[in-house]
């Protein structure tokens, strides 16, 4: 058989087949706009439900909003002006005031503190010094029933010999029931020297004394006597030691005002003039290069009832004050007055009976406000009481009332709920 003549033989699996889609197979696979449609579609159902989620929520806090603001508990703020008037004063009228006062009378007490303050100085210089040593001791009558006077400049011996003495006459009380009488007085060495220098608990003798009298009366140190030096060491000028002197002594006087006032309470005034302060002698110790100053007082401070001492001020000098309707009155500013005791230099106050004193400058007077009756007068009402407490009170100049929540107008019954805010 011719070769080029030979046919191929081909099988069925050889023959290629071309599909054809169906028309509806097509349009449902391959045709875009109906595939854009479904995506649209889908998009706008998964907004839809978006968005009602989000109201869901936003419904969801309003009701637990509206029903916190219904539980919330009614809470009210009231904010008041105080009536206040200036006052001239001048320091042509003298004012009394009594320890022992009677109606109409304005009375005070006195008010006794210790203080203590001291300061470091810098020294200037270094000399040759020669210093006492002093302490304070505790004399002790055991010889009579009756008080025994001691005069200025009584001798005091220690176990050793040294001599100290008291530069102020004093007087130990009587015995009672066979406890001592004692006193406590401060003493200075006679001689300069760091051997003057004693521990506290130290025994002393009054060489003065004889008889049954030396045995009975007698000393111990209350504390370290110290302070005795005798050498070249830092020293500090005269000028630097009173500058700080004047400077602790202004420390302690204001510092015996604010405790007294701060004792009992606001209802209290006193003034700075009116403070009288007995100041113990200095006490110096030096170190290498600087020196401290202690400086120990006795503070007598003079108080009043700041609405009778408003009343005996104000009323001479203003007639429209109402001080006769049980309204409380009081001097807003007596920081700024100048309050001048007129009797100061006979004054002594744990012994006098009374107190004159000059006023002068711009006093503001005003109204007590009594704060816890308003709440009294507003828990439980309704928010238009507020209009009639500027009659019942000549306190007030101007109030104004917020009751939250807003929807409420009655005032809590809790008077703990209601503010009562007052305005400067």
């Known amino acids: 058989m011719n070769p ?6 081909h099988s069925i699996r050889d023959i290629e087949i071309s599909r054809v889609n169906s028309p509806a197979k097509a349009g449902r696979v391959n045709n875009p706009k109906k595939k854009l449609n479904k995506n649209v579609v889908s998009r706008k159902r998964k907004k839809s439900l978006g968005l009602t989620f989000v109201a869901s929520v936003l419904l969801l806090v309003a009701s637990v909003f509206l029903l916190y603001s219904f539980l919330k508990p009614t809470k009210a703020t009231v904010e008041i002006q105080t009536f206040s008037k200036n006052v001239l004063l001048t320091d042509d009228l003298v004012h009394v005031a009594y320890k022992e006062a009677e109606p109409g009378q304005l009375g005070f007490k006195v008010l006794e503190n210790n203080f203590e303050k001291s300061a470091d100085i810098q020294a200037d210089k270094f000399e040759y010094s020669e210093d006492k040593a002093s302490g304070t001791l505790t ?7 009756k008080p025994q006077r001691i005069i200025k400049n009584t001798r005091f011996k220690s176990p050793d ?10 007087t130990i009380p009587g015995k009672k029931s066979g406890t001592p009488g004692q006193v406590d007085v401060k003493v200075y060495a006679d001689e300069a020297g760091e051997s003057y220098n004693l521990k506290s608990g130290t025994k002393f003798t009054l060489p003065a004394l004889s008889g049954d009298a030396a045995e009975g009366i007698y000393a111990e140190a209350k504390t370290d006597i110290k302070g005795g030096f005798k050498g070249k060491r830092a020293s500090v000028s005269e000028e630097k030691k009173e500058q700080v002197l004047v400077e602790l002594k202004e420390a302690l006087k204001k510092e015996a005002l604010q405790k007294a006032l ?9 003034f700075p003039d009116a403070v009288m302060v007995e100041f113990e002698e200095p006490e110096y110790s030096y170190s290498q290069n600087s020196a401290n100053i202690k400086l120990k007082a006795k503070a007598l401070v003079p108080v009043f009832n700041k609405y009778d001492f408003a009343r005996e001020v104000l009323a001479p000098a203003d007639a429209e004050l109402d001080f006769d309707t049980g309204n409380k009155i009081y001097i807003d500013n007596p920081e700024d007055l100048e309050l001048k005791v007129t009797n100061k230099d006979s004054l002594d106050l ?26 009294k007068e507003l828990q439980g009402k309704n928010e238009t009481v507020v209009r009639f407490l500027k009659e019942a009170y000549p306190a007030i100049e101007k109030i104004n009332s917020m009751i939250e929540p807003v929807w409420r107008d009655t005032f809590p019954e809790d008077p703990q709920k209601i503010q009562i805010v007052e305005l400067k």
Not at 4 to 9: D, G, S
Not at 162 to 170: D, G, P, T
């Open 350 to 375: 744990e012994e006098d009976e009374l107190l004159k004193f000059t006023a002068k400058g711009t006093a503001v007077a005003k109204y007590y406000l009594d704060k816890e009756a308003i709440k």
């Open 4 to 9: 080029e003549k030979k046919h191929n033989k």
């Open 161 to 170: 010999g040294k001599i100290y003495r008291a530069k102020k006459a004093f």
């Open 139 to 145: 004399v002790y009558n055991n010889y009579s029933n």
């Open 262 to 270: 701060l004792k009992l309470g606001p209802d209290y005034i006193s």
